[in-house]
T-cell receptor, first 113, second 110 residues
Framework: KAGVTQTPRYLIKTRGQQVTLSCSPISGHRSVSWYQQTPGQGLQFLFEYFSETQRNKGNFPGRFSGRQFSNSRSEMNVSTLELGDSALYLC????????????FGPGTRLLVL | SQQGEEDPQALSIQEGENATMNCSYKTSINNLQWYRQNSGRGLVHLIL?????REKHSGRLRVTLDTSKKSSSLLITASRAADTASYFC??????????FGSGTKLNVKP
């Protein structure tokens, strides 16, 4: 089976812009989660989607949003970008249950200037 | 904070030696997982230990869980240069909260 894929791999944006990141889970996996990784804050959970519904959510402002499509592919959107949004954004999928083993994609590295 | 805390933050050893990393957490968990991350890449799942388990093995990996002390340890035996990476524990609470530790950077010198 192909692994989790994320596009784009690298992205440079300026403050105030918005960005959309994409994630394709492992075939058959229905749970998709998003994480932000920064040197200062470490790995932080953003949200989890299952069957097109947001099932769990971390403590991030409303500028961070996501959605999941019927084929389980997911997108994450960040509006009004701030310098502090520069990070590695990781997507992970699991078969059914969020709390079980997660399979991570390679990440999208976002730099906000 | 409910995040897991790991120590040491960094560990440097020679190839062939064992590496031990520790993780502490703050409340009752459903399970605890260990992941490896090579520089700037995605995480790779290593092992999952459930709250009712005390020890688990997978190849050169041995994980222990002490729920009374709210701690877990990951032992990598006979380390190799290819084990050089950051290792994270992830504590899962309430079946829907996933908190990662701060990570241990392991450097295995050939």
């Amino acid at each position: 089976k192909a692994g989790v894929t994320q596009t784009p791999r690298y992205l440079i944006k300026t403050r105030g812009q918005q960005v959309t990141l994409s994630c394709s889970p492992i075939s058959g996996h229905r749970s998709v989660s998003w994480y932000q990784q920064t040197p200062g804050q470490g790995l932080q959970f953003l949200f989890e989607y299952f069957s097109e519904t947001q099932r769990n959510k971390g403590n991030f402002p409303g500028r961070f949003s996501g959605r999941q499509f019927s084929n389980s592919r997911s997108e994450m959107n960040v509006s009004t970008l701030e310098l502090g949004d520069s990070a590695l954004y990781l997507c992970a999928s699991s078969h059914l249950e969020f709390q079980e083993t997660q399979y991570f994609g390679p990440g999208t590295r976002l730099l906000v200037l | 904070s409910q995040q897991g805390e790991e120590d040491p933050q960094a560990l440097s050893i020679q190839e062939g030696e064992n590496a031990t990393m520790n993780c502490s957490y703050k409340t009752s968990i459903n399970n605890l997982q260990w992941y490896r991350q090579n520089s700037g890449r995605g995480l790779v799942h290593l092992i999952l230990i459930r709250s009712n388990e005390r020890e688990k093995h997978s190849g050169r990996l041995r994980v222990t869980l002490d729920t009374s002390k709210k701690s877990s340890s990951l032992l990598i035996t006979a380390s190799r240069a290819a084990d050089t990476a950051s290792y994270f524990c992830a504590a899962i609470y309430n079946f829907n909260k996933f908190y990662f530790g701060s990570g241990t950077k392991l450097n295995v010198k050939p």
